[in-house]
Structure formats: structure tokens, C-alpha cells
């Protein structure tokens, strides 16, 4: 087995985030879960944006997050996404190629960029509404094998189980990693993702995932009926590693019967939660690819989730290596 090339490279949507902020009686009005994401079309997508206050746009999707993290962090990365030739696909492109990240998918003529009208309520927690345009016809032929062959870890984005050519790809890019010699990891996304998805995700995580990322109500959305401490339970009997966010709670890092807490990072004031798993799996991603102990790799995650949340998007604003090495962290590789 070769050294790898990157050391994390995500599959998932590329999508360009409208962010803006609202009250809980507009979610109400809207009939949008507070703090969950839900697909919406044009129609939809248009009447929320046309009742919203002022927005903010910035390039976005989970893995994209996570990826851009990755490079704040000093790792080498790359993302695998589908965007439209037009002004969004233009943004998006932009935007991660400016973070450092490795970004070859070409634009579909005539295709449409995904886009998610994120609404943040006055206590931090964000809502997500997300047009899904050209994602949704992601498939294996969007796959770059040799990106994915070099790539330490090989990061899936859960989402882009919501159409069948995503789910397709995905068991391609396992088979890919795994003729490699490299790992793979899957985060599960949302609690409603993990609802529409439950019996394909169990299926898919045991037949070849190394690392799953979930937060506690993804995690007991997976286990209906079960508790935290028995859904972790039950995660550490599928996989080797499971990485459980818990917001404020911290994580719990599940090695089969074996389980670590790490404390959250302390934030002044949450601004916006929107990215907060996003970018804690970029802290763990990195650690892990660089050999750091479990513990330690969830530490540069809460580090990184802290960032995060201080500011509105999605997308680092200090630099999270500078961040690191002021906190004490030691990277090697």
C-alpha cells in the first residue's frame, strides 16, 4: 500500500448555504422542525426566502464542511460533489478551492446547484431547508477513483443516501477504498436522514465502514427504542469505531465493548450551530490520519466544533492549525 496522497477525502452534496435568522413562530409558520433538515423544492424553497429577513450566502454541505476543516487544520484534502454551471456552482467552487481543498468535478451545463436556506433562531440552533437540484443525480461516474484510492481516510456524506444513484455510488467508493488498503468513514447525517434510511444504513455500515460519526438523536433514531447507552451499545457491536456527539455534553468514542468521554470545548457565546458536527468530525478526521490517540482526535474536534459555533456559517473563519498548536496540540506527518 502506498502512502496516501490526502489524508481525508469527502464525498457528499455541494450545496451553497442562505443563511438568515428567525423566530420560533416562523419555523411554526413554515411547518419547519426546528432543528432538523428537510428537502424542499423551488416553490418551497423561494416562498421561505422571500419571507426571511436578510441572508448571508456561503458555501456549504456536511462533507464540504468537514473537508474544509481538514485543510484549516493543515491536512491535505480533497471533496468529491456535484454543482451546476451556473452562479451558485461558481461560488461553491470558488469558495473551497480558496479553503485549500482539491476540487476537480466539473459543472453540469443546464443543472442546478444545491442550495439550503438555513434558518438560525436566537438560541443558536439551526434549521435547514435544502433544494437538492443536480445532487440528487450523483452517481458512480462522479466517483475519481484515483482520488479516492489516495486517500487515507475516504469520508461519506449520509445525505446522499436520499437517491438511489447516491447509495450506489457510496458502495462503489467503499470498494475503491477498500482495494486501496484505506478507511472508511460515514457520518449519519440527521435523525430524519437516519429515519428515511434506517435497515440501508445498518446494512451499509456493517459491510465495510470503519469510523461512523453520529450525534444522540441520530444515534437513537438508528436503535429505535433504545437509550443513549444502549444505542452506543449497540453501534460499538457494528463497527470498530463510533464517534457520538452530544452538544454540550461532549462525545463519547465507542471502540467495541470500549468507551471514552471527552468534554465539549468551552464557547463564550453560540452564535450558530449550523457546521458544529461538521467540523468536529474534521478535528477527529485529522487526528486520525495523522495516528493520534481517539481521545485526543475527539479533543481537536470539540476544538474545532467551539470555532464553529462562535460565528455564523459553516466554514472556518480563524485558522484551526494556529487555534491547535495555541492549545497545546502536536501534530506530526
Do not use: W
Not at 484515483?146 to 475516504?154: C, K, M, P, R, Y
Not at 484505506?182 to 459491510?207: G, I, N, P, Q, Y
Not at 443513549?228 to 465507542?254: W, Y
Not at 468551552?266 to 449550523?274: E, G, L, R
Amino acid at each position: 500500500m502506498t502512502a496516501p496522497r490526502f489524508d481525508v477525502a469527502g464525498i457528499g452534496n455541494a450545496i451553497v448555504d442562505i443563511i438568515g435568522r428567525c423566530d420560533d413562530a416562523f419555523l411554526e409558520r413554515f411547518g419547519a422542525a426546528k432543528g432538523g433538515m428537510r428537502l424542499v423544492d423551488t416553490d418551497a424553497l423561494m416562498a421561505l426566502y422571500t419571507a426571511m429577513g436578510p441572508g448571508i450566502e456561503i458555501s456549504g454541505g456536511s462533507a464540504a464542511n468537514t473537508i474544509a476543516g481538514i485543510a484549516s487544520l493543515g491536512g491535505s484534502a480533497s471533496f468529491i460533489g456535484k454543482i451546476g454551471d451556473d452562479e451558485f456552482g461558481r461560488i461553491f467552487a470558488h469558495d473551497i478551492a480558496a479553503q485549500g481543498v482539491a476540487f476537480q468535478s466539473r459543472p453540469v451545463a443546464g443543472g442546478q446547484t444545491s442550495r439550503s436556506l438555513i434558518l438560525v433562531t436566537p438560541d443558536g440552533e439551526r434549521t435547514m431547508n435544502t433544494f437538492l437540484g443536480i445532487s440528487t443525480a450523483f452517481e458512480e461516474a462522479d466517483l475519481d477513483a484515483d482520488v479516492i484510492a489516495s486517500a487515507g481516510i475516504v469520508y461519506l456524506e449520509g445525505y446522499l443516501f436520499d437517491a438511489p444513484p447516491g447509495k450506489a455510488a457510496f458502495r462503489r467508493a467503499v470498494e475503491i477504498a477498500r482495494g486501496a488498503g484505506r478507511k472508511v468513514a460515514l457520518t449519519l447525517s440527521d435523525a430524519f436522514c437516519v429515519d428515511r434510511h434506517r435497515d440501508e444504513f445498518l446494512e451499509f455500515m456493517r459491510s465495510g465502514v470503519d469510523i461512523v460519526f453520529a450525534n444522540e438523536s441520530e444515534l437513537v433514531s438508528l436503535y429505535q427504542g433504545a437509550d443513549f447507552d444502549a444505542a452506543a451499545a449497540q453501534i460499538g457491536a457494528e463497527v470498530p469505531l463510533a464517534v457520538l456527539t452530544r452538544s454540550a455534553k461532549g462525545c463519547v468514542v465507542v471502540a467495541g465493548p470500549s468507551r471514552e468521554a471527552v468534554p465539549a470545548h468551552h464557547v463564550d457565546h453560540v452564535v450558530d450551530t449550523t457546521g458544529a458536527g461538521d467540523l468536529f468530525a474534521a478535528g477527529f478526521l485529522f487526528g486520525a490520519a495523522r495516528g493520534l490517540p481517539n481521545a485526543t482526535s475527539a479533543r481537536l474536534g470539540a476544538m474545532a466544533a467551539a470555532e464553529i459555533i462562535s460565528h455564523i456559517g459553516a466554514r472556518p473563519e480563524a485558522n484551526l492549525a494556529a487555534l491547535a498548536r495555541e492549545a497545546g496540540f502536536v501534530v506530526t506527518g
